[in-house]
């Protein structure tokens, strides 16, 4: 069980040496990862742990999510790797239904997570996944805007029924993928409001396949 309130002291500790102030809130922390006030205090009243924003504070501060979790350094984690994921975290990256052609390249942020937490989250057994957010609501319900994904990069074999990320000219997309026979790709959205968009075959790179995502609060 994850206890929250000890995560609160790790990141007022953090926030305390950045701001050079001796006294931190809940307040700060709540500031600090994006999240009202009020829900923050019903969340520590509930030990409910917001994950995704967690997730979001540590690839910008560079800080490694098991020592918050469970005071693991970075060199003890290398010894059984067996147990944890790395997690590369686009945090710059927004799939939607267009905006310019995207590339993966390097510009990333490695997150290693224990697998005890991303059992919760994931349906792979890959233990590098990426990560990136989702812009506007195509795919809602299943997947909010501002949620986070995480994609197995190694599942881009679109007989298996799910979500993809595809890479296209028209941008970067997060859609359920049908091949047709007629040499055409559907990229269909959960919310009935969207229309598919439909493309040719080649014009269409299969990224990977969405095995979970963290909806934002």
């Known amino acids: 069980m994850y206890d929250l309130k000890m995560v609160i002291i790790k990141l007022k500790d953090i926030i305390s040496e950045e701001k050079n102030v001796k006294k931190v809130f809940d307040k700060d922390v709540a500031d600090a990862l994006?999240?009202?006030q009020t829900t923050f205090a019903t969340?520590?009243?509930?030990?409910?742990?917001?994950?995704?924003?967690?997730m979001e504070f540590c690839a910008n501060k560079k800080l490694s999510i098991n020592w918050l979790f469970f005071d693991?350094?970075?060199?003890?984690?290398?010894?059984?790797?067996?147990?944890?994921?790395?997690?590369?975290y686009f945090s710059d990256v927004r799939a939607s239904a267009g905006g310019?052609?995207?590339?993966?390249?390097?510009?990333?942020?490695?997150?290693?997570?224990?697998?005890?937490?991303?059992?919760n989250v994931?349906?792979?057994?890959?233990?590098?996944?990426?990560?990136?957010?989702?812009?506007?609501?195509?795919?809602?319900?299943?997947?909010?805007d501002g949620s986070i994904v995480f994609i197995d990069r190694t599942q881009t074999n679109l007989s298996k029924d799910g979500i993809y990320i595809?890479?296209?000219?028209?941008?970067?997309f997060i859609k359920r993928i049908r091949q047709r026979a007629d040499g055409m790709v559907e990229l269909i959205s959960d919310n009935k409001a969207y229309s598919p968009e439909i493309?040719?075959?080649?014009?269409?790179?299969?990224?990977?396949?969405?095995?979970?995502?963290?909806?934002?609060?």
């Not at 310019?100 to 991303?118: C, H, K, P, Q, S």
């Not at 994931?122 to 909010?144: C, F, H, K, Y």
């Open 166 to 172: 595809a890479s296209t000219t028209a941008g970067l």
């Open 199 to 217: 493309m040719l075959a080649d014009e269409v790179k299969i990224v990977g396949r969405v095995v979970g995502n963290i909806e934002s609060l």
């Open 72 to 88: 693991q350094a970075i060199d003890m984690l290398a010894e059984e790797t067996d147990k944890f994921f790395q997690i590369h």
């Open 43 to 54: 969340m520590k009243k509930r030990n409910s742990i917001p994950f995704k924003e967690i």
């Open 100 to 119: 310019g052609a995207f590339t993966f390249d390097e510009n990333y942020e490695v997150l290693t997570v224990d697998r005890t937490i991303m059992n």
């Open 122 to 144: 994931i349906t792979s057994s890959n233990q590098e996944i990426d990560a990136i957010n989702v812009d506007g609501e195509s795919m809602e319900p299943t997947l909010q």
């Open 34 to 36: 994006a999240i009202p």
